[in-house]
T-cell receptor
């Protein structure tokens, strides 16, 4: 199993541009999550999903959108990128026999200038 | 959700036990204690979780006080690869984990 994969690894955006961060898991997990981590800080939950077709806001959802059309994929959309969205973005999943354990991807480092 | 308090940093000699404390005095009866760690810039890694009883797995032991207001994560024989930020999280379920700033553990050769 590849676990949780994220693309791209790095990206530089100009202010006002849009992009989609991709996240895929191959563990058949129902739950998926998007977090952001600013320098020197802990992770903050942006959005999460408890299954295909179901998403909900986390702590810091403004400026982001998500969709969950399949169990495997949970893309995060940034519309009108702002410098405040410069951060490292982590996708995670949980479910199956280990619902208490979230598996994290390697992260996407995003810079908005 | 209950808040947690952790020391910002700790050092531990290589080969010795690392004991990482966490206070969660407002924890409620159905909230679990989770521990994760984050090595350098990687994604966080689950370590262990518990509700009331002490727990042990291949990575660590979790000691929860009888009143559940505090807990200690024990890495029995710390190695250099255990240098990381360790997060103590209290939550009712597996979702919406709140990661604070954690404890930065440095294992010293």
């Amino acid at each position: 199993n590849a676990g949780v994969t994220q693309t791209p690894k790095f990206r530089i955006l100009k202010i006002g541009q849009s992009m989609t961060l991709q996240c895929t898991q191959d563990m058949n997990h129902n739950y998926m999550y998007w977090y952001r981590q600013d320098p020197g800080m802990g992770l903050k939950l942006i959005y999460y999903s408890v299954g295909a077709g179901i998403t909900d806001k986390g702590e810091v959802p403004n400026g982001y959108n998500v969709s969950r059309s399949t169990t495997e994929d949970f893309p995060l959309r940034l519309e009108l990128a702002a410098p405040s969205q410069t951060s490292v973005y982590f996708c995670a999943s949980s479910g199956g026999t280990s619902i208490y354990e979230q598996y994290f991807g390697p992260g996407t480092r995003l810079t908005v200038t | 959700d209950a808040k947690t308090t952790q020391p910002p940093s700790m050092d531990c000699a290589e080969g010795r036990a690392a004991n990482l404390p966490c206070n969660h005095s407002t924890i409620s009866g159905n909230e679990y204690v989770y521990w994760y760690r984050q090595i350098h810039s990687q994604g966080p890694q689950y370590i262990i979780h518990g509700l009331k009883n002490n727990e042990t797995n291949e990575m660590a032991s979790l000691i929860i006080t009888e009143d559940r207001k505090s807990s200690t994560l024990i890495l029995p024989h710390a190695t250099l690869r255990d240098t990381a930020v360790y997060y103590c999280i209290v939550r009712t379920g597996a979702n919406n984990l709140f990661f604070g700033t954690g404890t930065r553990l440095t294992v010293i050769p």
